[in-house]
Structures are given as structure tokens and as C-alpha cells.
């Protein structure tokens, strides 16, 4: 929010991210599994491995994410009191996901490792680090269009679309239209980043690289096993959960920066 100054966000953020990862864990579990071919299981002792590299990593995202945004918006702005345009919204939104990748890249790499293999985190750690610094980038490009795009939907498209509802249709409770907002936005998000995180997903599992070695001899197997819609594998569940986790997300946002920070909002409606 450009109301909120960076640690504001942050604060905000990291509530958000904690509240989503613990409630929506098990639906990344089924995407990556369907990505990679794996059994499908409701055991929580293995739909929740990886739980804590993935709220250190969905969390730190979550924080960064909502801090670069706030800096993206604000110098958009040129610091006039304006409201953004909702192509601004949405630009600045994407900007703050990719840069994130940094972050969540190394963490979700560790987190995958978890899943596929079981053992901790630190075991994880030392697996991927015993191939050399180099592969702590494993799967950076496609991380960072996924969170470009995923970010761009639940920091742009979402708040845009929902504005808009509750506009044109003033009788509605601010939760449903933050559900039709969350649905739009899971939408873009899912459309445009899907291929490359199962990508990622694949290169990410496979840190040997004993079937995906890369990006590209990566997509050609995919494309020849499964044509164009192996890189939809996974995605109802992606789906699913980022119409959750988008809500989620949004909810908080709204509901929580007025309660944590009323100072900023005085004589401002949402």
C-alpha cells in the first residue's frame, strides 16, 4: 500500500505470508507432485514436508514483495497524492515479484529437495550445496517469471478488479467481490506463469540432472512426453490454491494495514 511505509509493508507482508503458506501448504505439495510425476497422497506427514523452508520462503517473499511494491508505487506516483492507474498497479506489482526471485528461488530449491527425498532442511542444504554455489541458481529465470506473474496477480489484478466490482455493484459485501477480485487474479497468474514453473519444478526436483539438465532440454522433453498441456501439469491444484492464497492475501491486506497502522488511514476509506 503507498500508505505504509516500507517496514509497514513489511510487517503486513510477513502476517499475510505465514496466514497462507500454513493454510494452502498441502496443494503446493499436490502441484509439485503432479509435476513431477509422483504419487498423490493426503498423508500431512508428507504433504507438509518442506512446511518450514516454505514459510521462510513464502513469508520473505511476502515481506519483499510488498516492500518493493510500496517503492515501485511510490515512485510512480513522483510523490503527488494520486491514485495509480490500474496498468501502474499492475506493472508494479510484476516488478516487485520478479525481484523477489532472488529470495525465493535458493528457499523453494531446498523445499523441493525436501519433498522429493524427506530429511531436514539443513540436509537439503548441504545436498544442493555439495554441487557447488552455482546450483543454488538452478531454476532462477523461471522462478522469477512465476513470481513476476504471480505477484502481479494478487498486488494488481486483484485489488484492481475488486475496486471495480464493489463500484459496480455497491450492495455487495466487500468479500465477495474480493472472491471475484481473487478468482481474476489466480486467473492471470496462472494463465501466463504456469509452463515456467513447472519447469522450475522439474529442474528444481532433479538437481542431479540425471532427465533435466536444463531450461531448454528441459521444455523439449516436456513438449515430446506430454505436448503442449505437460506444462499444465499441476495446475488445478496451482489454481486452487492461488485463488485461496490470493484471497487470503488481499483480506489481510485490506483488513489489517487500517488495524496495525490506523495513523495512516485517517480520513481514508478503502
Not at 101 to 130: D, F, T, Y
Not at 170 to 178: A, H, K, L, M, Y
Not at 200 to 207: E, M, N
Given at each position: 500500500?503507498?500508505e505504509?511505509?516500507?517496514?509497514?509493508?513489511?510487517?503486513?507482508?510477513?502476517?499475510?505470508?505465514?496466514?497462507?503458506?500454513s493454510?494452502?501448504?498441502?496443494?503446493?505439495?499436490?502441484?509439485?507432485?503432479?509435476?513431477?510425476?509422483?504419487?498423490?497422497?493426503?498423508?500431512?506427514r508428507?504433504?507438509?514436508?518442506?512446511?518450514?523452508?516454505?514459510?521462510?520462503?513464502?513469508?520473505?517473499?511476502?515481506?519483499?514483495?510488498?516492500?518493493?511494491?510500496?517503492i515501485?508505487?511510490?515512485?510512480?506516483?513522483?510523490?503527488?497524492?494520486?491514485?495509480?492507474?490500474?496498468?501502474?498497479?499492475?506493472?508494479?506489482?510484476?516488478?516487485?515479484?520478479?525481484?523477489?526471485?532472488?529470495?525465493?528461488?535458493?528457499?523453494?530449491?531446498?523445499?523441493?529437495?525436501?519433498?522429493?527425498k524427506?530429511?531436514?532442511?539443513?540436509?537439503?542444504a548441504?545436498?544442493?550445496?555439495?554441487?557447488?554455489?552455482?546450483?543454488?541458481?538452478?531454476?532462477f529465470?523461471?522462478?522469477?517469471?512465476?513470481?513476476?506473474?504471480?505477484?502481479?496477480g494478487?498486488?494488481?489484478?486483484?485489488?484492481?478488479?475488486?475496486?471495480?466490482?464493489?463500484?459496480?455493484?455497491?450492495?455487495?459485501?466487500?468479500?465477495?467481490?474480493?472472491?471475484?477480485?481473487?478468482?481474476?487474479?489466480?486467473?492471470?497468474?496462472c494463465?501466463?506463469?504456469?509452463?515456467?514453473?513447472?519447469?522450475?519444478?522439474?529442474?528444481?526436483?532433479?538437481?542431479?540432472?540425471?532427465?533435466?539438465?536444463?531450461h531448454?532440454?528441459?521444455?523439449d522433453?516436456?513438449?515430446?512426453?506430454?505436448?503442449?498441456k505437460?506444462?499444465?501439469?499441476g495446475?488445478?491444484?496451482?489454481?486452487?490454491?492461488?485463488?485461496g492464497?490470493?484471497?487470503?492475501?488481499?483480506?489481510?491486506?485490506?483488513?489489517?494495514?487500517?488495524?496495525?497502522?490506523?495513523?495512516?488511514?485517517?480520513?481514508?476509506?478503502?
Amino acid at each position: 500500500m503507498q500508505e505504509l511505509t516500507e517496514i509497514e509493508n513489511m510487517a503486513v507482508g510477513g502476517i499475510g505470508g505465514l496466514v497462507e503458506v500454513s493454510v494452502m501448504q498441502s496443494t503446493n505439495y499436490w502441484k509439485n507432485a503432479q509435476q513431477q510425476g509422483l504419487p498423490f497422497t493426503m498423508d500431512p506427514r508428507i504433504t507438509y514436508r518442506g512446511f518450514i523452508p516454505n514459510c521462510v520462503n513464502f513469508v520473505s517473499c511476502t515481506v519483499f514483495q510488498f516492500a518493493v511494491n510500496g517503492i515501485i508505487k511510490k515512485s510512480m506516483a513522483g510523490g503527488a497524492a494520486r491514485d495509480l492507474s490500474a496498468g501502474e498497479q499492475i506493472a508494479a506489482a510484476i516488478g516487485a515479484g520478479a525481484s523477489s526471485a532472488v529470495l525465493g528461488g535458493p528457499l523453494e530449491l531446498i523445499m523441493i529437495q525436501q519433498q522429493r527425498k524427506g530429511g531436514s532442511m539443513l540436509h537439503a542444504a548441504g545436498q544442493i550445496s555439495s554441487r557447488g554455489p552455482f546450483m543454488w541458481g538452478r531454476g532462477f529465470l523461471t522462478t522469477a517469471l512465476r513470481e513476476g506473474c504471480y505477484t502481479g496477480g494478487y498486488l494488481g489484478v486483484t485489488p484492481v478488479i475488486r475496486e471495480r466490482v464493489q463500484n459496480q455493484f455497491p450492495t455487495w459485501s466487500e468479500d465477495g467481490c474480493r472472491l471475484v477480485g481473487s478468482i481474476f487474479g489466480a486467473l492471470f497468474a496462472c494463465a501466463l506463469s504456469h509452463p515456467a514453473d513447472t519447469l522450475k519444478t522439474c529442474l528444481q526436483g532433479d538437481i542431479e540432472g540425471s532427465v533435466y539438465k536444463t531450461h531448454l532440454s528441459t521444455a523439449d522433453i516436456i513438449l515430446k512426453e506430454s505436448g503442449l498441456k505437460g506444462f499444465y501439469r499441476g495446475v488445478p491444484w496451482r489454481l486452487f490454491r492461488q485463488v485461496g492464497g490470493i484471497f487470503i492475501l488481499d483480506k489481510i491486506r485490506v483488513s489489517m494495514s487500517p488495524m496495525l497502522f490506523p495513523h495512516r488511514f485517517k480520513g481514508k476509506t478503502d
